[in-house]
């Protein structure tokens, strides 16, 4: 369930004349809160406004004394599925959960190109790209950490005259960046993937506040189109399951394509 607006507790800056909306709230109890985290959101703030990171966000609406923990953390530039845990004692019992890999979780990915298979297993080890300018970057390599993703193909569409495949994956386990890595070694990276999408500029690019129009549109959408879709876990004698849509920008573009294959 999608609520537009949570209300908000505490003090909004003076530089906010109005309230914004902070985020889409899936579920929430006395011990959780979880989030439809938007593309674009770090989950930790890297500068002072209030409004920088999905943390400081959900102490704005918990209120100035809350402790709120993130039990899942995504990327930067991936929407969907966060859960936050309102006390430490609930972070410690779903991160075991995560610990354990008893969780399921499964993200939606439009990739370029036609996968030749409609299901598959990508199992490559990861570790640190030695090689690249990008601090952050990862690669399959040898000597890596074992890493694990499942596939399918949901369809195949053109849009403006080219390729791309709408994914649905699962990560069997859970290594940084992993999906954006695997998919890419499959030779089908993630439309809007700015650091293993061929061309690691488009990244330096932006954190160095030289992005080109040009460069904007190779990209094709505003962010990585990578959704965080659904959480599913037992805990405490239940099944949880906790699902997140896509934003308007990527079913928007989805919708516009030329046709279905």
Not at 118 to 145: F, M, N, T, Y
């Amino acid at each position: 369930m999608r609520v537009a607006l949570p209300v908000l507790h505490g003090m909004i800056p003076d530089s906010y004349p109005t309230v914004a909306e902070l985020f889409d709230i899936i579920h929430e109890d006395r011990e959780l809160l979880v989030i439809n985290k938007p593309a674009g959101l770090v989950c930790h703030p890297t500068k002072g406004d209030v409004y920088s990171s999905l943390i400081s966000r959900v102490r704005l609406h918990l209120g100035p004394d809350s402790q709120p923990h993130l039990v899942n953390r995504l990327d930067r530039e991936t929407s969907g599925v966060t859960m936050v845990a309102k006390d430490l004692d609930t972070a410690r019992e779903l991160r075991q959960l995560w610990e354990q890999r008893q969780v399921e979780k499964d993200y939606l990915a439009v990739v370029h190109g036609h996968p030749p298979e409609p299901h598959g297993v990508i199992d490559a080890p990861l570790g640190k790209d030695e090689q690249s300018r990008v601090v952050i970057k990862d690669c399959v390599r040898a000597d890596g950490a074992a890493a694990r993703t499942e596939y399918w193909v949901q369809y195949g569409f053109t849009h403006g005259r080219l390729p791309f495949s709408l994914l649905l994956v699962r990560p069997m386990t859970g290594r940084k960046h992993q999906i954006r890595i695997h998919l890419s070694h499959l030779g089908h990276p993630i439309v809007g993937d700015k650091i293993y999408g061929g061309d690691e500029d488009l990244y330096l690019a932006l954190v160095e506040d030289r992005q080109t129009p040009e460069q904007r549109q190779r990209l094709i959408l505003p962010h990585h189109a990578l959704q965080a879709c659904e959480l599913r876990f037992g805990w405490r004698g239940q099944k949880s399951v906790f699902r997140a849509e896509p934003e308007p920008w990527l079913v928007s573009w989805l919708e516009s394509r030329n046709s279905q294959l």
